[in-house]
């Protein structure tokens, strides 16, 4: 069982308060009327599927309630980061240099 | 006593006999035997047939590693257990075991005949005997298959013991309690940590415990251990014996396996069996040691043939010879020791067989003490005797060379072909190994955890080394701790260090082709299978494996893996490490399911919510279905009712005067604040903005994919505040839609959500007398139509209670849902039952709600719908606010696939002969054609109507709305239905009771 950081709760907590939330930073366009059918397909069901750092979303759902953003390691499983809903995607080099 | 016992020699206490039975023999062992320790004692060799060929075997390891000896044990009624390692079971008074795969004698089995048909059952023969013909199948493979797969009998009775579940957090977790694991405890333990040692075996010490005559720090190792073990329990240390760490996960989560009560004669009442621990530590010790690897040659699998250090910790643990008369074959220093344990305690040497050439001086003289032959650079090529080995037939070797063959007699023949690091665990880290040329074998590298690796787990072979390791894999763990620890010297005499070499099969002068030498005693492979798997084209050792089921059985290869490596690098011409092993996957060792699942068993494997209301329902009766997590009264039987009578009843009830519902398990959201009309108008289909307050409305929800997610109905109780309602199953997970949007999506939305489900109770009033069983009762509203009109939501007081009422039918009857906090929903329901009763008012169950709903055509998403459904294919445009300019889902509504033909569409549908049809029934438009048919849809919803005098049934059908009058046909096994497609409403379809 994994361990994850809340960055709400400021807390690392055991996996199963969590809930996995699919993948991170595809944003809902403004006005989806105006997407093409390519265009709202690949919104709807083109994701990464990355092979190494994946940027994802997780709930920590029997917690706070809050979603938040996670830079995992597909391979390792291990979790490089979290950060709150809304921010940009973090500078990982400083982590990666500390993981190895 | 058996002459096999030694008296007074070994761990057992020779003063307590326990009798035990196998295979119906009554025997006697001693307090601290195990199965196979005790069988020994009787001159027992003969503990089981193999899987395959039914070749009789005895037992060739002490531990749990164990191939062969696999029994069936008996605890009782509903206890047998198959598949414990008689190298594991401890002797308890009255244990009843039996042997297996044997029919109809472990000495005699006519399953031995596959023994002969070799041939079938060769490399692969999964994919190559049973092809063809395809009639074969089934009456002659699959019958067979049956016959002779799996390993023992299932238990076919209901497991009555408990199993119980902890959770452990500490500093530094030990796993493995021999040399090396102590060591690293007594450091770490001085440092203030908190530790936890683990070991599988009744006691701690490992290999000490078969090696009495090793000193340390100038006591004996028996000594040494009592001691140590008493300064770890001093220190705090948690000690935890026969505990197996059966996985070792993420970020140092270990599970652990502990046995409580299976060594014990008479077990506490409601004691647990097992208990499984969820270790998570900030450090991991792995001191594991390491396995024998057999020998692999003809005949190396009959009884009598077993490893050279299980002999030695029969005979210094238990005190048993486990022979009269015993040869030796070996290419590691250790079989040696076993050997002249064995001489000192009165068993014949009947010669020491080394494959070695060059063998330290010490060894040979300390053999010539003894009067010990030692036959150097010798392989061995065949052994003799049916049930019990009589003699080894051995060959000199030199270069390719295989000389003349001679034959010794014996009893017992003991191997060794080296040691193989025990690094299962350290495999389910994902930690990589690197293979160490000299030693043959596969040693930890890259690690992925916070762990270190002790001792023989390493490859470090005799105590001074493992000792001195143990010390510094404790002194890293308490520096990553932060701690600090002094290093502490552990000095050994009568040390027993050695080395060996590793080989393939070992050389023979007959023809390899017909050597049965075996691999993979559990599965029953040979180190032909393995060549000819690779002549056969695998290539990769995972091919090797599957093809062959080298390490596929229960004991995932912990003898075999790294002989099988060996042979298949050797057919490859490749080096090992090219060749690759393969993957260890927890558990370590077999482990039942109750452990696993702990007190998740039974009533406590998912909680059951039930509703204020429910006792009520209990006291009259009701019979209950599960919902979800929830139990809900399903009907009401009256006294000779049948399901069907009573929901024939109920529904003429409800139609005719008043019905009563606990709606309480109603999923309930609210949703407030200044921008709530805004949020709703995003998440549902249907336009918010012009409901006003004190009306409701029919919600859909869709996922952006443009199918139907949930429905509901939505009252708006203030311009800012939306009491919505969920499906009883959908609740959690449209709350946790809505949180997503708001949280992510649109953060800049001022509102608040929150579950209400549990605070309120929710009574459903049906029925054209509902209006006046309810007035009595309601205080602050006026409930005639004009001024409560259907879909109307108010304030108001119920039998004295703070109450929410909304006017709405889910049955096409006047409707009324009152809701009121929770507490109070049971005073509720007694009062309308009060004032209804001179109204015939008549409770009703889930069952009659379905019922009533599908006369109207009402749909129940997740029933009727399965997540491919559109609004449109469900015909709910109706819901959709077409001018809104966007919703959850909307744009998807245009997608070439969701607009284009030949979409199933839910429609109505009656048989012409009045049968029911079955939900789940397939559909096709031409019952002539030939199989298999193209299925145009599926029946989502049937039941008997009371009210119309016939069934009822909805179906989604292939372009189903334009089919209106058509006639499709539901083929059955006894016959195939033709049903004509309809509206889905079947009962009142203008509404008109609605608006009473
Ligand atoms: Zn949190």
Redesign the pocket.
């Known amino acids: 069982m994994l361990l994850i950081h809340?960055?709400?709760?400021?807390?690392t907590?055991p996996e199963a308060?969590f809930a996995y939330a699919g993948e991170a930073h595809i944003a809902r366009p403004a006005d989806p009327s105006t997407l093409s059918d390519e265009e709202w397909r690949d919104f709807l069901f083109i994701r990464t599927n990355a092979r190494g750092t994946h940027f994802e979303r997780w709930r920590?759902i029997h917690?706070?309630?809050?979603f938040?953003n996670a830079a995992r390691d597909t391979v390792s499983d291990r979790f490089l980061t979290t950060y709150k809903a809304g921010k940009a995607r973090p500078d990982l080099s400083a982590v990666k240099e500390a993981a190895e | 006593m058996s002459r096999y016992r030694i008296t007074g020699r070994g761990r057992v206490d020779h003063g307590a006999t326990v009798s035990f039975t196998f295979d119906g023999k009554t025997y006697q062992g001693l307090r601290g035997d195990t199965v196979a320790s005790a069988l020994l004692a009787n001159g027992v060799h003969l503990m089981g047939r193999s899987f395959k060929y039914h070749r009789p075997r005895g037992v060739v390891t002490a531990g749990s590693e164990e191939p062969n000896a696999l029994i069936g044990t008996t605890r009782g009624p509903g206890r047998f257990e198959p598949n414990t390692r008689a190298t594991v079971q401890e002797l308890r008074k009255g244990l009843v075991t039996e042997s297996q795969n044997k029919w109809p004698r472990l000495s005699f089995d006519l399953g031995a005949i596959n023994d002969r048909a070799y041939m079938l059952f060769s490399a692969g023969f999964y994919y190559k005997t049973f092809m063809w013909p395809k009639s074969f199948w089934d009456k002659v493979y699959e019958p067979f298959i049956r016959n002779a797969a799996g390993l023992g009998k299932s238990p076919t009775e209901v497991d009555p013991d408990r199993y119980a579940s902890r959770n452990l957090h500490t500093d530094l977790l030990i796993v493995g309690g021999g040399a090396a694991g102590i060591a690293a405890a007594l450091v770490a333990a001085r440092s203030g940590a908190r530790v936890v040692l683990v070991d599988e075996n009744p006691e701690m010490g490992g290999a000490l415990l078969s090696d009495p005559a090793v000193k340390i720090e100038g006591q004996g190792a028996w000594a040494w251990l009592d001691d140590k073990l008493s300064e770890l329990r001093a220190l705090g240390v948690r000690l935890m014996t026969r505990t197996t760490a059966i996985g070792y996960y993420h970020q140092n989560f270990v599970a652990l396996c502990e046995r409580l009560t299976d060594h014990l004669d008479t077990p506490p009442a409601n004691a647990p069996r097992e208990r499984m621990w969820h270790v998570r530590a900030n450090q991991v010790v792995l001191a594991q040691g390491a396995l024998e690897k057999p020998l692999v040659y003809d005949g190396n699998d009959r009884p009598g043939v077993m490893l050279a250090g299980a002999a030695q910790t029969y005979l210094n643990r238990y005190g048993v010879r486990v022979g009269d008369n015993v040869a030796v074959l070996t290419s590691h220093d250790s079989a040696y020791h076993a050997a002249f344990d064995l001489a000192d305690a009165g068993s014949r040497i009947a010669a020491v067989i080394d494959t070695r050439r060059d063998i330290r001086t010490d060894l040979l003289d300390a053999a010539k003490q003894r009067g010990i032959e030692v036959l150097r650079g010798h392989s061995a090529t065949g052994t003799k005797g049916r049930l019990r080995i009589k003699s080894v037939r051995v060959n000199p070797v030199q270069g390719d060379k295989v000389g003349a063959s001679r034959e010794i007699s014996c009893d017992a023949l003991l191997m060794s072909g080296g040691w193989t690091p025990s690094l299962h665990l350290f495999s389910h880290t994902k930690g990589s190994l690197s293979w160490d040329a000299d030693s043959n074998t596969f040693l930890p590298d890259r690690k992925t955890e916070a762990c270190h690796i002790a001792g023989a787990g390493r490859g470090l072979w005799g105590y001074a080394a493992v000792l001195e390791d143990g010390v510094k894999a404790g002194l890293a763990a308490v520096e990553a701790l932060s701690r600090t620890a002094q290093p502490r010297d552990l000095p050994v005499e009568n040390d027993r260090p050695g080395t060996g070499v590793s080989h393939t099969e070992l050389p023979t002068d007959r023809s390899p082709g017909k050597a049965k030498a075996f691999v993979d005693y559990q599965n029953d492979v040979t180190a032909k299978d393995l060549r000819l798997a690779v002549r056969e084209g695998m290539r990769s050792i995972e091919h090797v494996k599957r093809y062959t089921t080298n390490g596929m059985a229960t004991d995932q290869g912990k003898m075999s893996n790294i002989n099988g490596l060996m042979i298949a690098a050797d057919a490859l011409a490749k080096q090992p490490p090219q060749v690759g092993l393969t993957t260890f996957r927890p558990p370590y060792t077999p482990t039942s399911f109750g452990a696993f699942a702990g007190y998740l068993r039974g009533e406590t494997f998912q909680l059951t919510r039930k509703t204020p209301i429910d006792p009520w329902a209990e006291a009259h009766g009701a019979v209950f279905e599960p919902v979800a997590q929830w139990r809900r009264a399903w009907y009401f039987p009256k006294a000779g009712e049948d399901m069907h009578a009573a929901v024939a009843r109920e529904c003429r009830a409800t139609r005719a005067s008043a019905g009563i519902f606990d709606a309480s398990t109603l999923g309930k959201i609210e949703v407030a604040g200044p921008d709530a009309v805004e949020f709703m108008n995003r998440m549902y289909t249907n336009p918010w903005t012009r409901l006003a307050a004190g009306r409701c409305r029919y919600g859909l929800l869709l996922g952006e994919d443009g199918f139907i997610r949930d429905d509901g109905v939505i009252g708006r109780l203030s311009d800012d505040l939306f009491h919505v309602t969920t499906t009883t199953g959908g609740a959690a997970r449209v709350l946790n839609m809505m949180e997503d949007y708001l949280q992510t999506e649109w953060p800049d939305l001022n509102v608040w959500l929150t579950s209400t489900t549990e605070q309120w109770a929710t009574v459903a009033l049906n029925g054209p007398n509902a209006r006046k069983v309810l007035e009595p009762l309601v205080e602050g509203l006026d409930l005639s139509d004009d001024r409560f009109p259907h879909m109307s939501v108010a304030e108001c007081t119920v039998a004295g209670l703070p109450a929410r009422l909304f006017r709405l039918s889910f049955t096409g009857e006047l409707g009324f849902e009152i809701n009121v906090p929770a507490r109070h929903g049971l005073k509720l329901w007694e009062a309308l039952m009060e004032s209804g009763r001179a109204h015939d008012i008549c409770p009703y169950g889930t069952e009659t709600m379905h019922v009533l709903r599908a006369e109207k055509g009402y749909i129940i998403v997740g029933q009727d719908t399965d997540g491919t459904v559109t609004p449109q294919d469900a015909g709910l445009t109706w819901a959709i606010g077409q001018k809104k300019p966007d919703f959850v889902g909307k744009r998807s509504l245009s997608r070439p696939d969701i607009v284009g033909k030949g979409r199933k569409q839910l429609v109505g549908l009656l048989t012409e002969d009045g049968s029911q049809l079955e939900e789940g029934a397939q559909i096709v438009l031409d019952p002539h054609q030939s199989l298999p048919m193209k299925m145009v849809g599926h029946v989502t919803s049937s039941y008997a109507s009371a009210t119309l005098g016939h069934p009822i049934a909805m179906a989604v059908i292939e372009g189903g709305h334009d089919r209106m009058g058509e006639v499709v046909h539901v083929p059955m096994p006894d016959g195939v239905r033709r049903a004509r497609v309809t509206s889905t409403v079947f009962y009142d379809p203008e509404g008109a009771r609605l608006k009473a």
């Open positions: 809340c960055p709400y709760c400021e807390e907590l308060e920590h917690g706070c309630g809050r938040f």
